[in-house]
């Protein structure tokens, strides 16, 4: 599945983000990425109400189920692979959710700071 190795931004081996909903860019359930993850779905996120409503206003509406592409549409609580450049860009608004650095590809460094990531973590 993935072209790129699955490691973590630790440099680890990387860790599931959700199976409930399924998530990544290859619906593996892991932030993985590849040549054809043109918006690098690699951040491992935890869902809250002011990221969802500023993904909407971006254009994005991650709320509503699209059962034509088999999305169930999410909801607080639920972790998510986003694409790091959105996350950036909730970061720079102020509403960045929390983030499961285990779980997030190192992928991801290449538009988001780890300083940036742990200050934003929700692990253990």
Known sequence: MSQFPSLNVLDVELEPCSESPKTGFFRDGCCNTGPHDGGSHTVCAQMTEAFLAFSKSQGNDLSTPRPEFEFPGLKPGDRWCLCA?????????????????????????????LKDLAEHSADD
């Open 85 to 113: 450049g959105r996350w950036q860009e909730a970061l720079e608004a102020g509403v960045a959710p929390r983030v499961f650095l285990r779980s997030t590809h190192r992928a991801a460094l290449a538009i988001v700071s």
